[in-house]
């Protein structure tokens, strides 16, 4: 028998799926139901509404999203000394955020977010994660003013994987592009 635990948690990972594949537009519980392989009642007995739905896919995202980045700031906090294990971090962060439709979701809900005011509490945590990562490896190297470039560079990291997702291309121009904000800025 399958815990309400387990059954929420694969609802939650058939909406990402969903939402990556079809956009928010494409929820629905029959659908939802059927790629989480459980009954409709089940949906609606953990989910009342798509808003609830929403909100928890991307809370349960963020959650993880901000575990693996803070799990990388701690163990780069004094690791990076040149600009070459920069780039091995960015590489990690790039491959694991991968073109997959649960990769994608995160971005429609971002979006979504914009909409939703109760959605912008669970992006702005995962934001700041994000600015964490940066800013850590950043002052690591020597960036004068960590704290406050890591917004630009998340941003710029964002903006380059999301034209990566949306045109098919690689993350080599996110590679690029973060060593040029770099090296600028440990010039000044």
Do not use: W
């Amino acid at each position: 028998m399958t815990k309400p635990a387990e059954t929420r948690q694969r609802i939650i990972a058939a909406v990402l799926r969903i939402i990556g594949d079809d956009g928010v537009a494409g929820v629905t519980n029959r659908r939802i139901a059927q790629e989480a392989g459980v009954s409709l009642g089940s949906v609606t007995y953990h989910f009342a509404t798509q808003q609830d739905l929403l909100r928890e896919s991307l809370r349960h995202f963020v959650t993880e999203e901000t575990k693996r980045f803070g799990d990388l700031a701690a163990q780069n906090e004094t690791a990076c000394t040149d600009l070459a294990q920069v780039v091995d971090i960015v590489g990690q962060v790039a491959e694991a955020t991968g073109t997959d439709s649960e990769r994608i979701a995160p971005y429609e809900l971002y979006l979504h977010a914009g909409r939703d005011p109760e959605l912008r509490a669970a992006a702005a945590e995962c934001f700041a994660a994000y600015d964490k990562l940066a800013e850590t490896v950043l002052a690591s190297i020597g960036v004068k003013d960590a704290d406050q470039v890591a917004g630009a560079v998340v941003g710029m990291v964002m903006g380059l994987k999301l034209r990566a997702l949306a045109t098919g291309t690689h993350t080599d121009d996110l590679v690029n592009g973060l060593l040029t904000l770099a090296k600028g800025a440990l010039r000044e």
